[in-house]
């Protein structure tokens, strides 16, 4: 029998590191569960991914930038995909609350 999780729930109350959680993983894709309360990229530090990425802000707010882009806001809802190997990196995350995130990657577009 499979076990029902809630991604709103079990969160630490002070996260001082950003912390990631594989929900599901085989070769293919990669299910996560990041939170993050007031982490960023460090200054000049840019994600370069070998895989696709598909976002979703669950709770909370955040603000990536995309290489060559306006930064973007998320906030509880919104989804982005990032292609391979497109640099971004997270600019800022409130501290107001933890943002929690849901993300996908997977080989493709």
Do not use: C
Request: proline share 7%.
């Amino acid at each position: 029998m499979n076990a029902i999780q809630n991604l709103l729930t079990s969160i630490p109350s002070l996260v001082t590191d950003e912390q990631v959680e594989t929900l599901v993983e085989n070769p293919h894709v990669r299910i996560e569960r990041i939170i993050s309360h007031g982490q960023a990229s460090p200054e000049g530090f840019w994600y370069d991914q070998p895989r696709s990425e598909w976002v979703m802000v669950l709770k909370g707010e955040a603000r990536l930038q995309l290489d060559n882009q306006q930064p973007i806001d998320l906030k509880p809802g919104d989804a982005i995909l990032i292609p391979a190997h497109a640099r971004h990196r997270v600019d800022w995350t409130t501290d107001a609350e933890p943002t929690i995130w849901l993300a996908v990657l997977f080989e493709g577009r």
